[in-house]
C-alpha cells in the first residue's frame, strides 16, 4: 500500500480499517471501526453465533448508519472489537457513536430513539465474570476516543442465558425501563388455550367482530412498495395517538423516518424484517412492524387506528395474529420491547431486566455522571421509593 500522499491513519480510515492501533490490558485487545460492514465481517467470521438481539443485526445497524450517521446528523460511528489476546478469539463487538451535545462528547450507543436494546454481541471469549469484564472494560476504555461522557442505557443483563459483560462491571445499574418477553414452544393455538376463559373469549370475539366486515384481511406483506405504503399509514396512526397524548412524536423527524425507510427497503426482501397489517377494504386499520434475529421476533411500530375500529381492538389483533403466522414459521420468542402496558402482561409476557452505564471519561463529564447515578442510586434506595411514594400519597389528597 502505497503512502506518498496519505498518512498510513489515512488510509486505513478511507478503507473503513482500524483506524487506531490495538490497545491491551492484559487479556483482552481492541480494535476501534468507523464502518458497519467491517466490524460485521469480523463478527459473522469470528463469531458465527455470536449473541445479540435483532437491534444488532445487519439491516439494523446498516440502517442506522445510513439515517443517523451523516454530515447533518454529526454521528460518528465508534465500533469496538474486543477480543481475547490467548485465543484471538472474540469477545465482544460494541456499536457506539460519537456525538455533541450540550457541550459535551458523549459516546453512546447506536440508538437515537430507535433501538430498544443496547447490546454487545458476545463472542466465544465475552467474560461471566465481574473479574474478567473489568478486565475488558479496561482495555476498552484505553481504546476509545477521546470523550467527554460514556452513556449505555437500554442494555440486557442476560443474552440468550449468558451474562452481559457490561452488567458486571461496577458503574452499571438497574435501568428504570425493562424488555418484555413471550417464549412460545407449543404451537400457537395451545398457546391460547392456556389464557384463562375469559381472555379467550375476549380475543375470540375480537377477531369475528373485525371478520364480519367487508373486505376485512390480515396480511403479511411482502411487496415492497406496498409495505411502503402501509408503513406511511402505521406512521400516521402512531403520531395521530401520540400527538392526542398532548406529547411529543419524533418518528417522523427526517432522520427516523429515513431509518424505518431504509430498514423496510434493506431488511423486508431478507426476511429480517417484517410487516404485517389488518386491512378492511384498501383502508388500513392496524400494522406491526418487527425485526427478526435466528427465532427471536421483536416488535418496533404499532399503529392502529381509533375512529370507528376500536371495538375490535385492532392493534391487539393485529399482534395475535403476527404472532400466530410467525410461530407457524418457527419463531418461538416475541418480544415486546420496552414499554409497560397491560395488553403485554395479560399475554404472560416476562420482564427482561436492563441496564444503564454512565462513566465520566474527562473532568467536564463529572457533573452530569454524578446526576445520572445519584438518580439511579435513589431509584434503588427502598428508603427513596418509599419516600416518593409518600410524597405521591399527599400530593394526590389535595
Given at each position: 500500500?502505497?503512502?506518498?500522499k ?10 473503513g ?97 430507535v ?21 475488558l ?15 449505555i ?74 409495505a411502503?405504503?402501509v ?53 388500513v ?6 425485526v ?20 375490535f ?25 420496552i ?36 438518580r ?18 399527599m400530593?394526590r389528597?389535595?
Amino acid at each position: 500500500m502505497s503512502t506518498a500522499k496519505a498518512t498510513r491513519s489515512e488510509l486505513l480510515a478511507q478503507n473503513g480499517a482500524p483506524t487506531t492501533p490495538r490497545a491491551a490490558a492484559r487479556d483482552f485487545q481492541v480494535d476501534i471501526f468507523s464502518n458497519v460492514d467491517d466490524a460485521l465481517a469480523i463478527v459473522a467470521k469470528e463469531a458465527a453465533e455470536g449473541v445479540g438481539t435483532p437491534f444488532q443485526s445487519r439491516v439494523w445497524l446498516k440502517a442506522w448508519q445510513g439515517a443517523f450517521a451523516s454530515a447533518d446528523t454529526a454521528r460518528q460511528p465508534v465500533i469496538v472489537i474486543a477480543r481475547a489476546q490467548a485465543s484471538n478469539l472474540l469477545a465482544v463487538a460494541l456499536f457506539l457513536a460519537l456525538r455533541e451535545r450540550d457541550g459535551l462528547k458523549i459516546l453512546e450507543p447506536m440508538d437515537d430513539g430507535v433501538t430498544d436494546y443496547n447490546a454487545p454481541i458476545l463472542g466465544p471469549e465475552a467474560p461471566v465474570d465481574a473479574a474478567g469484564a473489568r478486565l475488558l472494560w479496561r482495555a476498552i476504555r484505553r481504546a476509545l476516543p477521546p470523550c467527554d461522557l460514556i452513556n449505555i442505557a437500554k442494555s440486557p443483563r442476560i443474552l440468550a442465558g449468558r451474562p452481559n459483560p457490561l452488567a458486571l462491571i461496577k458503574p452499571a445499574r438497574a435501568s428504570r425501563l425493562s424488555g418484555n418477553v413471550l417464549d412460545i414452544d407449543a404451537p400457537f393455538e395451545a398457546f391460547v388455550r392456556g389464557f384463562e376463559r375469559k381472555f379467550r373469549k375476549e380475543l375470540g370475539r375480537e377477531k369475528r367482530v373485525f371478520e364480519a366486515h367487508e373486505g376485512a384481511r390480515f396480511m403479511m406483506v411482502k411487496d415492497l412498495a406496498q409495505a411502503m405504503s402501509v408503513l406511511n399509514a402505521l406512521a400516521e396512526m402512531q403520531s395521530a395517538r401520540i400527538r392526542g397524548l398532548g406529547r411529543d412524536y419524533y418518528l417522523d423527524d427526517p432522520a427516523p423516518a429515513a431509518f424505518y425507510r431504509e430498514l423496510l427497503r434493506d431488511g423486508l426482501p431478507r426476511g429480517a424484517v417484517t410487516l404485517s397489517a389488518l386491512f378492511i377494504g384498501d383502508v388500513v386499520v392496524a400494522a406491526l412492524m418487527g425485526v427478526i434475529e435466528g427465532d427471536h421476533f421483536a416488535m418496533v411500530r404499532l399503529g392502529a387506528a381509533r375512529a370507528g375500529w376500536s371495538h375490535f381492538s385492532p392493534g391487539r389483533l393485529v399482534i395475535m395474529e403476527t404472532m400466530r403466522a410467525l410461530r407457524a414459521r418457527g419463531l418461538r420468542r416475541f418480544d415486546f420491547t420496552i414499554g409497560d402496558y397491560d395488553y403485554k402482561r395479560r399475554l404472560g409476557v416476562e420482564t427482561l431486566p436492563l441496564i444503564e452505564l454512565t462513566v465520566a471519561a474527562s473532568w467536564r463529564g463529572w457533573p452530569r455522571a454524578l446526576m445520572k447515578n445519584a438518580r439511579a442510586r435513589a431509584r434503588e434506595s427502598q428508603f427513596m421509593r418509599k419516600l416518593a411514594g409518600l410524597a405521591r400519597a399527599m400530593l394526590r389528597r389535595r
